[in-house]
């Protein structure tokens, strides 16, 4: 529709809604300098155009024009309906904008931008400095919380370690967390675990570290048994629980925010980018606590190769008790899922190990 | 047949004119607008006294849903809405809302008329923001504070019927044809009975009460929505929704036999990779089952749902929703989620399309009745709890 045409158009057609029953009545507005005539068979009113309300537009949609009796118009939409008030002004800024396809190709770009930026660089820092600022009490109490969890429902028994070996790896363990800033929270727990979990070490909320038997047995030198706690003192000490849980939730909160259109039509898909960006941040944070593990164990006197050993005895483990077969030879790295696991692929961690030994993998 | 979705007048209603039927001469349009236009509307009887002499009161006539909704015209409005509302750290969300239902509803017609989404952004804030509140608590509770989380839990449960309530009615309420808007009217303890009181015969038949519970409580929604005084009648019965969570149950259960046994069978001979055959096997059959309920559950309810004179005949099929489904999925993943405009207008328009409203007589029994405000905090908790009981 062009100018002159709108300038000429005096009268346009609506349906008319009394409000009364859903029949509507066929009529003409027409327009004059500051008022609208209806006009229909059984209908003839006069509206000054100040009270007359217009809902905004969208798409290709019929609009709609409020009376101020309760009556509504509907008609298709026309230049005409913009210099009439308006239902809401906002909403026709963001009408205008909606219009314009370099404002959506802008908004993608904008989009893809924040979130690249918001991912890799964004969200790590603002958890990163928030953590050291919230107060260490609730996380002890989640710590103790988990622990009495864990031992409730039969996943952890009390441990059969004889007493001499626990207090070696004790001694180990105090000589480790020496002068760290958070020694005086760190504290060690032995446990039995059951088969399902096995050779493992957890580092719980508030700077409690669960040892199972099955991983100190695994060890076969005091310094690969510090070698297990100073990985998961590494999370203890850069508050890597809290860091997850922030940033878990906030992307959590943004993916829902995005895919909240999709949710109902696409179907699990719409739950994947949450999962994909958890499991890679958790990734991150697993690197982060073997490099300080690595940077401790030299500290120590030990060499982060005792990492590597253990790590790869681990490995075997594991695999002599899933029954590998030929093609899972060439090893972990294969594995098709290792995009959703939480821990870095084994391999990658072995070479690391190595290499900040200073050590070149001799086979 | 009427004429209402020619697409003729489909057409000439996205010009700058008035949709073609508005341009006929007003003698010929009276019944226009009560879905009773036999086509040509040119050879209705021009006396509004008469009516027209082709429509015995008792004779139905059926009306499809028409979705004028593009992908194209929808995706600047999605990603003007996403854009704003991550600026604005969630604010605009609100904003985006109303602007995302106006979309969706003024792009649905019936008749020529469209729907209309009356809700304001502030209502819609200030129970988002109450929503978050109770959603913060609930996220602090299961992360934190675990030994709280019965109580929190109980609290969730004695909110949960007010939740319901509410929401259905403000999304009742605020959405309007031809200028009348739906009303929801059922009450807390209404409600409440009906949902716990269905929820023992459910845990005391090991869940194969559920069907029923369902069904009580799609009947107790139907029952209490109401449109110009006609309030709704629903009819289907606590069997067939089991009927259709039965054939579901043995497609996913064959779907675990076959996916299972052959992802575990490749995996002990040759690869890792037998994981993705079992993925992938359950995965289409989730797909299939998904797909299956809300076609077959969605027919069924429609199909047995009556507002007055007014019927309707629901007609989704398995396959081709299945289909739509996995094709969005597909679409979603290599786009990255930019075809997410896409998807959610294909789907629309399908299940919308298959949609007819059956009239007998004419529409003049619904008499419009005033309206009432209704606070939106109802409404954003059940949206962020996901607890959409409505139909």
Not at chain 2, 202 to 231: C, D, N, P
């Amino acid at each position: 529709m062009n100018t002159l045409a709108m300038l000429t158009t005096t009268s346009v057609q609506v349906l008319y809604f009394a409000g009364q029953t859903p029949q509507g009545e066929a009529a003409t507005l027409i327009w004059s300098e500051r008022t609208a005539k209806l006009i229909g068979r059984r209908t003839d009113a006069q509206y000054a155009w100040s009270q007359l309300r217009v809902s905004p537009r969208v798409g290709s949609a019929d609009r709609f024009i409020a009376l101020p009796d309760g009556g509504q118009l509907q008609c298709a939409d026309h230049a005409l309906l913009d210099r009439l008030p308006q239902e809401s002004r906002t909403e026709g800024v963001v009408a205008w904008l909606e219009r314009q396809w370099g404002v959506a190709l802008v908004s993608v770009a904008l989009l893809v931008a924040g979130l690249v930026g918001g991912y890799f660089y964004g969200l790590p820092a603002a958890a990163e400095y928030i953590a050291p600022r919230v107060p260490m009490n609730y996380e002890q109490y989640l710590g103790e919380q988990s622990l009495t969890m864990l031992d409730n429902q039969a996943l952890f028994r009390p441990t059969k370690l004889p007493a001499p070996m626990r207090q070696r790896i004790l001694d180990d363990f105090h000589r480790l967390r020496a002068d760290l800033p958070s020694a005086s929270r760190l504290h060690l727990e032995f446990r039995e675990a059951t088969p399902a979990i096995g050779a493992n070490a957890f580092a719980l909320p508030g700077g409690t570290i669960v040892l199972t038997d099955q991983m100190a047995l695994l060890t076969q030198s005091p310094e690969e048994v510090s070698a297990i706690l100073a990985h998961e003192i590494g999370h203890v000490e850069l508050r890597h629980t809290l860091r997850h849980v922030l940033q878990g939730s906030v992307a959590a909160l943004v993916a829902a925010t995005l895919t909240g259109d999709a949710s109902g039509v696409g179907l699990v898909v719409t739950g994947l980018p949450v999962l994909l960006v958890q499991a890679s941040y958790s990734r991150d944070f697993e690197r982060q606590a073997d490099d300080f593990a690595f940077d401790l164990l030299k500290r120590r006197g030990y060499s982060p190769a005792v990492f590597a050993n253990v790590m790869e005895r681990l490995e075997r483990k594991r695999d002599d008790k899933t029954r590998k077969s030929t093609a899972q030879e060439q090893g972990a790295q294969s594995n098709p899922l290792s995009f959703l696991s939480s821990h870095p692929v084994t391999k990658e961690r072995i070479a690391r190990a190595r290499a900040a030994a200073g050590v070149t993998s001799g086979n | 047949m009427p004429a209402d979705i020619d697409p003729s007048s489909a057409a000439a209603s996205t010009d700058a004119s008035a949709p073609s039927h508005l341009l006929q001469p007003a003698s010929s349009v009276t019944s226009q607008s009560d879905f009773q236009s036999p086509s040509p509307p040119i050879s209705q009887p021009t006396s509004q006294s008469t009516p027209p002499p082709n429509t015995a009161a008792e004779s139905t006539h059926g009306v499809k849903l028409v979705f004028r909704g593009t992908a194209r015209e929808y995706f600047p409005i999605w990603i003007v809405n996403l854009c704003l509302s991550l600026v604005t750290l969630g604010i605009y969300s609100a904003w985006a809302k109303v602007r995302r239902k106006r979309y969706f509803y003024s792009h649905t017609t019936l008749d020529d008329t469209p729907f209309q989404y009356l809700g304001k952004p502030v209502p819609i804030l200030k129970g988002r923001i109450i929503a978050v509140a109770f959603f913060a608590i609930y996220w602090t509770t299961t992360n934190f504070f675990l030994s709280t989380l019965p109580w929190v839990l109980l609290a969730a449960a004695i909110l949960a019927p007010w939740v319901v309530v509410r929401a259905a009615a403000f999304n009742a309420r605020y959405s309007a044809f031809r200028n009348m808007t739906f009303d929801f009217n059922g009450s807390y303890w209404s409600a409440l009975k009906v949902i716990y009181g269905w929820a023992v015969l459910m845990i005391l038949t090991l869940g194969i009460g559920f069907s029923w519970w369902q069904q009580r409580i799609k009947r107790y929604m139907v029952t209490h929505y109401s449109f110009g005084g006609e309030a709704g009648e629903f009819t289907a019965t606590g069997g067939q929704f089991f009927f259709t969570y039965f054939l579901a149950g043995l497609v996913m259960i064959g779907a675990g036999v076959v996916g299972g046994g052959l992802g575990f069978a490749i995996l002990a001979t040759q690869s890792r990779y037998g994981i993705w055959v079992g993925v992938v096997v359950i995965y289409a059959a989730y797909l299939l089952v998904f797909a299956m309920i809300r076609a077959r559950l969605g027919n069924t309810i429609w199909n047995h749902t009556r507002l007055g004179a007014v019927g309707f005949r629901s007609t989704l099929g398995v396959r081709k929703l299945a289909w739509i489904y996995f094709t969005n999925a597909l679409g979603l993943v290599a786009s990255l989620g930019l075809l997410t405009p896409w998807a959610v207008i294909r789907t629309l328009k399908y299940r919308t399309e298959n949609l007819e409203v059956l009239l007998q007589g004419d529409l003049s029994q619904f008499a419009g009745g005033g309206r009432t405000a209704v606070a939106a905090t109802g409404a954003e908790m059940g949206e962020i709890f996901d607890l959409d009981l409505s139909l």
